[in-house]
């Protein structure tokens, strides 16, 4: 199959491109890339005229819930939904039942999204077995199966020896450890962020400093065993300075913000108790959502991921503490960082490509993918114009735990190729 995308303003900081272009895209590569290139006859052609193309999307933050909770997503949901947000690769967390902890849960979830063709799946492993930081997973056995990186998420790992034995062997393999921070003394059952919030509403209390002093520690054992550490979805101001801290010592950190946490804060949450704004870590203050996208601008957040954690109906539809932590957001993110983030003027579209597509693929050590003749065809394109409002009928998701749902948003995907495929296009997700 042979396409032409027509009329596109490609945008690829990588190669400094900024420009209106034709794209040629043949047997799973960039094939041309011109100002203006005339149709032939084997050529399907999409005139995308006022829309951007850019590197494929890369989410480095995805439960897929499968093997184990497929009432919540599956591969193949949770895939169509990856591909209706605009993604060509997405990373899958290892709190699956069994746990992704061994080889053989690597190749079923590889198998699994190769037969749903609907974007590429590298998935994250557990750093320790069945996620509970007392002993090594196989990570070796893993990064043989495709493991793309290590994360204990969902938990933070508690043992600050335990973690270092993590780091030095992962470092073995040239793989990220993502940390999901959390220190489970200081957080205890907390539910929302510690504050005149969970005074107000009488919930329990969820510190930044539970975040914060296991960020700092991760960093200190980076620096001690040389093992490149991400921390994942970082919520805090000073949680950020002590990032800022370790990069400017030439410690290999790198961390990613979350659309919700740049968005919305703990204020949103009333006496409605909406638990679609119930997730691990909790929404911040305002002052957290000011510092978070301060470090979008100055660098030193690397990666916008989702976090998407898909979780049935019945299960929201709970007490507040009762309710499991976590919303979806693959289908939202692209639209979400348009509006808030570029249309708001804090970035621009080539930013904005270093966080979703060049960053996430060089903390997974995957292929950097270019809009130039000869590389992979992985390429998302979307109309950044398109106003739209989301809805729970919309999704490919299995599960809609959105707290974006009703929100108006500007800019949507339109189209997708993964490895030269037609994922998406013109806004529907191919079979
Ligand atoms: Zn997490």
Request: charged share 25%; aromatic share 4%.
């Amino acid at each position: 199959m042979k396409y032409l995308l027509k009329g596109v303003r490609a945008v690829d900081p990588a190669i400094g491109l900024d420009v209106q272009r034709d794209i040629v895209i043949e047997d799973g590569v960039i094939a041309q890339v011109e100002a203006s290139i005339a149709p032939t006859e084997d050529m399907i052609v999409l005139e995308r005229e006022g829309c951007v193309a850019i590197p494929g999307l890369v989410d480095v933050h995805v439960h897929l819930r499968d093997p184990g909770f497929e009432y919540k997503e599956a591969i193949e949901t949770g895939t169509a939904a990856a591909a209706h947000g605009g993604f060509t690769d997405i990373c899958s967390m290892a709190n699956t039942n069994p746990v992704t902890d061994e080889a053989a849960i690597i190749d079923y979830v590889i198998d699994k999204a190769n037969e749903a063709g609907h974007c590429t799946v590298h998935p994250a492993g557990a750093c320790t077995k069945g996620l509970a930081g007392e002993s090594l997973a196989e990570m070796g056995d893993m990064v043989a199966h495709g493991a793309a990186a290590f994360t204990d998420d969902g938990r933070g790992i508690q043992d600050a020896g335990m973690m270092r034995r993590v780091m030095d062997y992962a470092k073995m393999f040239d793989k990220v450890i993502m940390s999901h921070c959390q220190d489970d003394g200081l957080v205890g059952k907390g539910q929302v962020n510690e504050g005149p919030v969970s005074t107000k509403l009488g919930l329990a209390g969820w510190p930044a400093a539970g975040e914060e002093v296991q960020i700092q520690r991760d960093i200190v054992l980076s620096e001690l065993t040389g093992c490149p550490i991400h921390i994942q979805h970082l919520t805090t101001a000073h949680g950020l300075d002590l990032v800022r801290d370790g990069k400017a010592r030439g410690v290999a950190v790198t961390c990613e913000a979350t659309p919700h946490h740049l968005v919305l804060c703990d204020e949103d949450i009333t006496t409605t108790y909406d638990t679609n704004l119930k997730m691990n870590p909790p929404l911040r203050s305002k002052a957290d959502n000011a510092a978070l996208i301060e470090a979008v601008k100055d660098g030193t957040v690397d990666v916008i991921a989702t976090d998407h954690a898909p979780h049935a109906a019945f299960e929201k539809e709970r007490e507040f503490e009762l309710a499991p932590f976590g919303i979806t957001g693959l289908e939202t993110s692209l639209g979400i960082v348009n509006t808030y983030l570029v249309e708001a003027g804090h970035i621009d579209l080539n930013r904005m490509v270093e966080l979703m597509c060049i960053n996430p693929r060089k903390i997974l050590r995957i292929e950097q993918v270019t809009l130039e003749p000869g590389s992979t065809a992985d390429i998302t394109v979307f109309d950044p114009a398109a106003k739209w409002t989301v809805e729970a009928d919309g999704m490919y998701s299995k599960s809609q735990n959105s707290p974006f749902i009703g929100f108006e948003l500007i800019g949507k995907p339109t189209d997708v190729f993964c490895k030269g495929k037609l994922t998406l296009e013109d806004g529907v997700v191919t079979a």
